[in-house]
Nanobody, 121 residues
């Protein structure tokens, strides 16, 4: 059993900042990647930022220079610091972790419950 718990969404004015957190717990053997996706009303879920273990983070083009993803391996946690927020960043943000729960197992994707981010004046 693996659980992901997210926190940190909310309502913020344009130009403001928010920090999202996600912690994974349970039967974790190896984490391959941790990241954040978002889904706005009427749109498909899209990748926002991701860290693949041992590599540099990658970002969706519209958030480059504004969002920063970071990871705490000791806590199995991933964070998304969002600056200069725009109304078009409004969406439900989902934490995603790709991991295996035992040796030689192919990794699976796990998802957080989602947290609403609303950017509005």
């Amino acid at each position: 059993q693996v659980q992901l718990v997210e926190s940190g969404g909310g309502l913020v004015q344009p130009g403001g900042s928010l920090r999202l957190s996600c912690a994974a717990s349970g039967s974790i053997f190896t984490i391959y990647s941790m990241g954040w996706y978002r889904q706005a009303p009427g749109k498909q879920r899209e990748l926002v930022a991701r860290i693949i273990s041992g590599t540099s983070p990658n970002y969706e083009d519209s958030v480059k220079g504004r969002f920063t993803i970071s990871r705490d391996n000791a806590k199995n946690a991933v964070y998304l610091h969002m600056d200069s927020l725009k109304p078009e960043d409004t969406a439900v943000y989902y934490c995603n972790v790709r991991l295996s729960t035992r040796w030689l197992q192919n990794p699976n994707d796990y998802w957080g419950q989602g947290t609403q981010v609303t950017v509005s004046s």
